[in-house]
Nanobody, 114 residues
Framework: QVQFVESGGGLVQPGGSLRLSCAAS????????MGWYRQVPGKERELVAR???????NYGDSVNGRFTISRYNANNTVYLQMNSLKPEDTAVYYC????????WGQGTQVTVSS
């Protein structure tokens, strides 16, 4: 059972940047498409970015042009570079396969506030 450990969140001012990391305990190349998700209290978890095994990417409308997903298959890590952050980006961010598999990690909290 592959596990995911997210890190890199924190408190940032509007317009700032953060880089999230996701370390998988198994081969992400074998897993295939990986995604970054986010969730705010009272709302469903949403997929914000996805990346194929070979690097093709897709983004949600709300983050397109501001976020960049990448992956490094050799060390089983997925990244999310977040620029021009807005208060509405505040959420707990998770990584998982797209579609999701197994158990979710603990996530990493991103708070965008002045």
């Amino acid at each position: 059972q592959v596990q995911f450990v997210e890190s890199g969140g924190g408190l940032v001012q509007p317009g700032g940047s953060l880089r999230l990391s996701c370390a998988a305990s198994g081969s992400i190349f074998s897993i295939g498409v990986m995604g970054w998700y986010r969730q705010v209290p009272g709302k469903e978890r949403e997929l914000v970015a996805r990346i194929s095994r070979l690097g093709s990417t897709n983004y949600g409308d709300s983050v397109n042009g501001r976020f960049t997903i990448s992956r490094y298959n050799a060390n089983n890590t997925v990244y999310l570079q977040m620029n021009s952050l807005k208060p509405e980006d505040t959420a707990v961010y998770y990584c998982n396969r797209d579609p999701p598999m197994g158990y979710w990690g603990q996530g990493t909290q991103v708070t965008v506030s002045s």
